[in-house]
């Protein structure tokens, strides 16, 4: 599985893609599998709007507690905002979160390694 990543060029905050539009909790994301035409669609959808993000790419994504959660932890990261407990998305709590703290995985995705090719 994937989901498309990228900042939200205005302020910076860390937004994943869901039906056409981005939003910034990453439970809301869409997920695509990784043999969909529809990530990539998406993806070239977001390049498409430098005045709205920078770099978009999609990620890997694993299956942690029944849900799913980025491969890489700097995705994870992203995802839960800063690693003080007491600040960014981790805060609301619930299971989606849970499951992003307890993911395991590859230090990076192929979303980002072939985003580092490219440049």
Known sequence: ????????????EVVFWKS??????????DLFANDDPAGEAAEAHGKNQPTVVVDPYLIDLVESEGLWAPVSYRERIRALGPTN????KQTVGGAAIAALRHAHGAARSTGRVDLIRRK
């Open 1 to 12: 599985m994937k989901a498309l990543t990228a900042n939200r060029l205005v302020d910076g």
């Open 20 to 29: 056409g539009q981005w939003v910034e909790r990453f439970t809301d994301a």
């Open 85 to 88: 407990l007491n600040h960014g």
